[in-house]
């Protein structure tokens, strides 16, 4: 038999079903796997139980021809998505051993569907950074490196468990949430597929909030098509998400080798940055030349606000994450510093329980919210993002059914290259992302090619509110295009 970890979740779906393997089998081979992985860092608490348990249910249900879209398949959880009864930390000190008794909505709907959990992925701290490098439980390593080198480089981020984890076929696939790019530029930066969905699409109960108007839930996947079957379990209607919209979920797999004859795909000035790398500019015009070739139409479009969407996102996104974290002051769960007083006793557990990385978006958030600040800062930030949804809506209206750009300005770098003495640095990493998420559009990421040393990069579709289906569509046609990269194994 091929090694079970190999195979695609659409594969092992088949092989589930036609008997050939267990999901004992497949969920043991994936165990091992991660057993062997350790050095990765990918996990942060391991299931092994749980997920034969789960395993063993799920067996007995594809007997009785009761098994439901996702029976059987082991997946990974981002370690920001609540687990009943299993340790859910996003990450942070502050959480301790918090040990949610509630499950959120998007794990709960891929248990209802069959999934298999095998454990909790490592992220940055709250979700806060683009390279797990904030993580209380250390760095990430990329499964990838630069040929005929040792030196270990970063997932991306904040999903940077998740994606490492789908690289090296530790779990078929895994849950990821993606605030600023945080799906999206790990996908890239592991040679897999990432989506965001359209904010609204998944329910945001319980994930450990980082900025609610942004944050969105979406699959980390090693092909368009995974990533399309997983997508249709986590989305969903769900009342306790007000901001979860009431619209059915399509069979997003349906979309997977539909003709995107006619298709007009814009391609935004502004995304060509000075100083871009060559190999960049390269893999941009081939995806849009794949594209061309299946059959769509380029059009040039321009997006005027776009450089305003980085300064407009960390003002906005620290904003809410200052509101979002206020509820962690050591008082009913997680980490507590004991005080002389309650005062002391707030300020010893935040001052210990949160990272530099947190701390620093918590006191900007304090600050452009506070009075005197909050229409300089604030309110002109919530003014130029209605302005840059603007310029999405201008070119949808214009009958451009996707827009094409890179999915990040670089490759994969290296564990402490990037950051240490300038945030900033760092920050620019979601320069071609975060304008997707302050329009609340969907956004997919995917393999697209590799860099001069030997690095993945990605490609990025963005789409129209609640068209994903779009998105999976020409995301195949890419794949068809670039083939599939699998790295080299070193762990
Ligand atoms: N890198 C961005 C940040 O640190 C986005 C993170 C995310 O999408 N969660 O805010």
């Known amino acids: 038999m091929t090694d079970l970890t190999s195979l695609t979740l659409a594969e092992a779906r088949k092989g589930l079903d036609s008997k050939t393997f267990t999901s004992l089998e497949l969920t043991d081979a994936h165990l091992k796997a991660i057993e062997e992985a350790r050095a990765l860092n990918a996990f942060v608490l391991e299931t092994p139980d749980q997920a034969r348990t789960m395993a063993r249910e799920a067996d007995a249900k594809i007997t009785k021809g009761e098994g439901g879209p996702l029976a059987g398949i082991p997946l990974g959880i981002k370690d920001l998505f609540a687990t009943k009864d299993v340790r859910t930390t996003a990450c942070s000190k502050i959480l301790g051993n918090f040990v949610p008794p509630y499950e959120s909505t998007v794990t709960s709907q891929l248990w209802r569907d069959g999934a298999v959990m095998l454990g909790k992925l490592n992220n940055d701290e709250f979700a806060m950074g683009s390279s797990n490098e904030t993580s209380c439980f250390g760095p990430v390593g990329n499964p990838w490196r630069r ?148 059959g769509a139409e380029l059009v040039e479009v321009s997006l005027p606000h776009t450089k305003y969407a980085l300064p407009a996102y960390y003002i906005v996104a620290p904003a809410e994450a200052s509101s979002n974290l206020a509820r962690y002051d050591g008082v009913r769960y997680g980490l507590r510093v004991p005080g002389k007083s309650i005062g002391e006793l707030y300020e010893n557990t935040r001052a210990e329980g949160f990272g530099a990385e947190v701390r620093r978006r918590v006191m900007i958030g304090t600050y452009v919210l506070s009075a005197g600040y909050y229409d300089a800062y604030y309110i002109r930030a919530q003014r130029v993002r209605t302005l840059i949804k603007k310029d999405f809506e201008d070119c949808f209206a214009k009958g451009v059914h996707a827009i094409l750009t890179p999915a990040t300005p670089s490759a994969a770098f290296g564990i402490g290259e990037k950051g240490g003495a300038d945030p900033v640095e760092m920050y620019l990493n979601d320069i071609f992302t975060v304008t997707v998420n302050m329009a609340g559009l969907p956004g997919i990421a995917v393999p697209a090619g590799k860099d001069a040393q030997g690095l993945p990069l990605g490609l990025q579709l963005i789409g129209r509110p609640f068209d994903e289906e779009t998105l999976f569509s020409l995301g195949e046609v890419i794949e068809q295009a670039a083939g599939r990269f699998t790295p080299v194994r070193w762990w």
């Open 147 to 294: 040929e005929g080198s040792n030196t270990t480089l970063v997932p991306g981020g904040s999903s940077g468990g998740s994606a490492s984890a789908v690289a090296a076929l530790l779990c078929m696939g895994a849950t990821a949430t993606d605030t600023g790019g945080s799906i999206r530029q790990p996908a890239a930066f592991t040679a897999t597929v990432g989506i965001k969905p359209t904010y609204g699409r998944c329910s945001r109960w319980g994930i450990v909030a980082f900025a609610s108007s942004l944050d969105q839930a979406g699959p980390i996947a090693r092909t368009t098509r995974d990533a399309a079957i997983l997508l249709r379990s986590m989305a969903g209607h769900d009342p306790k998400d007000t901001t979860s919209v009431d619209i059915p979920v399509p069979d997003y797999e349906a979309a997977i080798g539909r003709s995107v004859k006619g298709m007009k795909i814009g391609i935004p000035r502004e995304y060509r940055l000075d100083g871009m790398p060559a190999e960049i500019e390269k893999l941009w015009s081939e995806g849009a030349e794949w594209l061309k070739a299946a």
